[in-house]
């Protein structure tokens, strides 16, 4: 057998044609984590593939992104065979992840109206037996028709609706301790790696706890974000109301003709619950400031605009303010380390002169507003000035909007504070979920390449620094939300796919974003497409493919 050059760390060694990832990794002992996925000539491969040619390797371990959800995915896939161990494939079938809160994956299961702490007990240490005896995770290339037969048998409808609207000939399967299942995305090689985790009962289910991104060798803390669940478990009501659960239902309601009726009733929903947050302003009495806040992508343009109709409708005032016209002097705005400067913080706000203003504005004097000239980097006074009459009501949209820090000077019963963001209420299937990340990266890749011009690979290369300030700036504040609106519609990532693919394809395999664009190229495969004529114009998904009725 010819022998191959395995370069790693700029180290290279000769190895037998075909030999595993994992076994260059153990002969060449390079420092660092134990690894959970390898990247070969900028491929992502797991460690159980073979090598047949000189390449060059690298491996990641979960500090990495894909390294944190293969992780993930093998800590899910663990926690499904244990349950077939003790329960049977029933209790496994009944068994959905929907969601993330905190650095855990919130899980149910059909038919159990509580989990107790004895059950997850139970299942946890079956969990950590099955790390110790360190048993290997198969996977095996299987005719897709040949797949479905093999779930139809195990009753996993949700995995034979998702592969009957697949392409591919050929569909992989994962195989555990005598438990298969469908995963999209990379597997680690065995369940001897996948110690780090907890079982903690939450609301009608429990957390499964992943390792805490800041200190991997620990799961993380639970955190109860009350709100935050509530609107998650009401979007999966709506997608039940709906009858679409999943990618596979999706794609069901699309192929039998029923995208407009879906379409509507979706967007019906939305405006309720629009309407609604417009009533309890109204009904208040107090509010002179209506501070909405949301991570990237979260549609706030539109969902302000339409906010302000539904006031109108009451008879009040509404004025849009940006809090982008409150940013700093350039020279005043702080500095990350690598000096470049740093707009996220609320540092970059003038806080002060908001203060001021806001409160002039409440006491009913005049006041003129600034406009930030981005070019110069300077405050500008233009005679835009503003005086609040009784029905007079401000929106403001800003990533700060629900710190109090924002807008200590005013009083707690004059702000009406709105948390938005696009939470996605579609899972690929039962144990395969959807993170509300990618659908918001999803949109800002189609939006930013229609209104800036910005090409996939840039939006993506930024996509780590927004992410950051949003954990930083715009998560921690959630809950002091007096309202929390999911903005995001169960049919926009069959609507997106047809803009977005041609510019995930745009990107050149040696460029580093080439990984994360094929991974969301695999994941609109199990899409079938809507078109967006049947999109109202209002609607907040218009924000991203165009054709709004609202200036964004």
């Known amino acids: 057998m010819a022998d191959i050059m395995v370069t790693v760390n700029g180290v290279s060694k000769e190895f037998p044609e075909g030999v595993s990832l994992e076994s260059v990794y153990r002969e060449m002992d390079p420092k660092g984590p134990e690894p959970i996925l390898a990247m070969v000539n900028g491929t992502l491969k797991e460690l159980f593939k073979k090598l047949y040619s000189d390449c060059e390797v690298s491996f990641l371990d979960i500090s990495s992104n894909p390294g944190y959800k293969t992780y993930e995915r093998g800590l899910t896939f663990l926690m499904l065979a244990a349950l077939y161990r003790l329960y049977g494939q029933d209790e496994c079938n009944n068994l959905r992840v929907e969601h993330s809160i905190g650095q855990g994956l919130?899980?149910?299961?059909?038919?159990?109206?509580?989990?107790?702490?004895?059950?997850?007990?139970?299942?946890?240490?079956?969990?950590?037996?099955?790390?110790?005896?360190?048993?290997?995770?198969?996977?095996?290339?299987?005719?897709?028709?040949?797949?479905?037969?093999?779930?139809?048998k195990a009753g996993m409808e949700d995995k034979v609706k998702l592969l009957s609207y697949r392409l591919d000939s050929k569909t992989n399967v994962y195989m555990l301790s005598g438990y298969t299942d469908y995963f999209y995305g990379f597997m680690p090689a065995s369940t001897a790696c996948l110690t780090v985790f907890d079982l903690v009962p939450y609301e009608e289910g429990f957390l499964l706890?992943?390792?805490?991104?800041?200190?991997?060798?620990?799961?993380?803390?639970?955190?109860?974000?009350?709100?935050?669940?509530?609107?998650?478990?009401?979007?999966?009501?709506?997608g039940k109301s709906l009858e679409v659960?999943?990618?596979?239902?999706?794609?069901?309601?699309?192929?039998?003709?029923?995208?407009?009726?879906?379409?509507?009733?979706?967007?019906?929903?939305?405006?309720q619950k629009i309407a609604d947050m417009a009533k309890q302003i109204k009904e208040a009495g107090t509010k002179k400031f209506v501070m909405i806040a949301g991570p990237s992508s979260s549609g706030k343009t539109s969902f302000s605009y339409r906010l302000s109709v539904q006031l109108k409708a009451l008879g009040l005032k509404p004025h849009p303010i940006g809090l982008d016209n409150y940013y700093c002097n350039r020279?005043?705005?702080?500095?990350?380390?690598?000096?470049?400067?740093?707009?996220?913080?609320?540092?970059?706000?003038?806080?002060?002169?908001?203060?001021?203003?806001?409160?002039?504005?409440?006491?009913?004097?005049?006041?003129?507003?600034?406009?930030?000239?981005?070019?110069?980097?300077?405050?500008?006074?233009?005679?835009?000035?503003?005086?609040?009459?009784?029905?007079?009501?401000?929106?403001?949209?800003?990533?700060?909007g629900l710190n109090d820090k924002l807008s200590y000077s005013l009083p707690k019963e004059s702000k009406y504070k709105i948390y938005i963001s696009a939470l996605t209420e579609l899972n690929v299937d039962r144990h395969n979920r959807i993170p509300t990340?990618?659908?918001?990266?999803?949109?800002?890749?189609?939006?930013?390449?229609?209104?800036?011009?910005?090409q996939a690979k840039d939006t993506i290369a930024m996509w780590g620094s927004v992410r950051n300030g949003e954990e930083n700036y715009i998560f921690p504040f959630q809950e002091e939300a007096d309202y929390m609106f999911n903005s995001a519609s169960i049919y926009e990532l069959a609507v997106l796919k047809l803009y977005a693919e041609p510019l995930l394809f745009g990107i050149p395999k040696d460029c580093p974003e080439y990984v994360e664009a094929k991974r969301l190229l695999k994941f609109f495969s199990y899409f079938l497409n809507i078109p967006d004529d049947a999109i109202p114009r209002n609607s907040i998904s218009r924000e991203f493919v165009g054709g709004s009725c609202f200036d964004v």
């Open 106 to 152: 919130y899980c149910e299961i059909i038919g159990r109206t509580s989990i107790s702490r004895e059950f997850l007990e139970t299942l946890r240490k079956e969990m950590i037996a099955m790390t110790k005896e360190d048993r290997m995770i198969e996977k095996k290339s299987m005719n897709t028709g040949n797949a479905i037969k093999l779930f139809e």
């Open 209 to 238: 706890m992943l390792p805490d991104k800041e200190n991997p060798s620990v799961p993380a803390k639970p955190v109860d974000r009350p709100k935050l669940y509530q609107t998650l478990q009401e979007a999966n009501k709506w």
């Open 245 to 271: 659960d999943t990618i596979g239902d999706l794609n069901q309601l699309i192929a039998e003709g029923r995208t407009e009726e879906l379409i509507l009733v979706q967007e019906a929903l939305m405006e």
């Open 331 to 400: 020279e005043f705005c702080p500095k990350n380390p690598d000096g470049s400067y740093n707009f996220e913080c609320l540092e970059a706000l003038d806080v002060e002169l908001f203060n001021k203003q806001m409160l002039q504005l409440l006491n009913g004097e005049k006041v003129g507003l600034p406009t930030f000239n981005f070019k110069t980097g300077k405050q500008e006074f233009r005679g835009n000035t503003m005086q609040l009459g009784p029905d007079d009501i401000l929106v403001i949209e800003g990533i700060h």
């Open 437 to 454: 990340t990618d659908g918001r990266l999803l949109r800002r890749i189609v939006r930013d390449a229609r209104t800036r011009g910005t």
